[in-house]
């Protein structure tokens, strides 16, 4: 098969990146001769071993973490389940957990779910967010109670990019005496974290959105944290994690994490400049545009604009003419056109969640490509809103 890479315009980095050409290095010698088992007792399996604790120290170190306290899993999905049943079992009497509107849905399915399938028994709350998509720090405290097992609050969000005070409000649980996990998916290599002074109990993160493969995540654990296997089998992992690791991909994660520490100023400065360079000329050049979000608190890469009256998914059909890839907060999930549940948690307009286009940036991307779309977008919905009645309306 082949993905003509050399000619997109890749723009969705929050949903996944392009593997970085040293982490693709790293990892090829584990794809092909080096195949031994880190369990094994011989030399041959024992030196990928040491390699894998090579990777856990480049992840802690990103984090501010300490290796042990590293967890290699399959996903971000598998950290944040993970965290959340093991908070259950260690406290079986309490029934309640704290959480927001505008979760990933691995979060928010898994909510969903335990409340369902044990009848309701588990209680959760979740929080409301402001119009711009932030959080109000005395109404979450409000929401802890005795009965409450864990909290689990996104770093950062996917869709806006917006950044919750999560230092704040794991200073808060702990005063509370609960355990706080926190989705930092999209935030790790993006924004510098120190977990070594943050009271944070779990954290996932997701090696394919930071230029990392596909299918390898991390569970953090603070040590201390009282902890229960969600994957139980054999003693890989410290016991935390059965079954065998995901060896070329731990390999490609640890890289990732040591190249994310090295690129975070770009990230935060030149990456940052595209991003806004691409916001400030759509908002200006398209009528009826606005940002979703919060201007400042939001990470370097993202921008997410509502251009009214117009359909995600036909101005991303029409980004497509020209190779550029970007996505929609209307995903035509099971045929109903439903608005993101993040953009109608923040309350945005229906004319306005329906036209709303996520452009997530990386380090790849160059200035060329900003204007080109820069240049691109503006035609595209003004002959969209052209077909639109709701624009004719107006
Ligand atoms: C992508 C993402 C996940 C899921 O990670 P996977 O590795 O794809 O399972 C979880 N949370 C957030 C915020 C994400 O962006």
Known sequence: MKCDAEKVIYMDNNAT????????????PFLTECYGNPSSMHVFGGQVGRVVEKARKQVADLIGSEPSEITFTS???????????????????????????????????LCENLSRMTGHKYRI????????GTLDIEKYEEALTEDTAIVSIMWANNETGVIFPVEKMASIAKEHGILFHTDAVQAVGKIAIDLSTIDVDFLSLSGHKLHAPKGVGVL??????????????GHQEGGRRGGTENVASIIGLGRACELAQEMMGEENS?????RDRLEQGLLASVPKSMLNGHKVDRLPNTTNISFEFVEGEAILLHMNLYNICASSGSACTSGSLEPSHVLRAMGVPFTAAHGSIRFSLSIYNTEAEVDFVLEKMPPIIAELRELSPFWKAE
């Open 270 to 274: 030149r990456v940052r400049a595209l």
């Open 17 to 28: 990146t392009r593997i970085a050409p040293e982490v693709v290095d790293a990892m090829m």
């Open 75 to 109: 996903c971000g999905t598998e950290s944040d389940s993970t965290a959340i049943l093991s908070a259950l079992q260690a406290y079986p009497e309490k029934r309640h957990i704290v959480t927001t509107r505008v979760e990933h849905p691995a979060i928010k399915h």
């Open 220 to 233: 953090y654990v603070k040590k201390g944290t009282p902890f229960v296997p969600f994957i139980v089998g």
């Open 125 to 132: 709350t979740r929080l409301q967010v402001e119009s711009d």
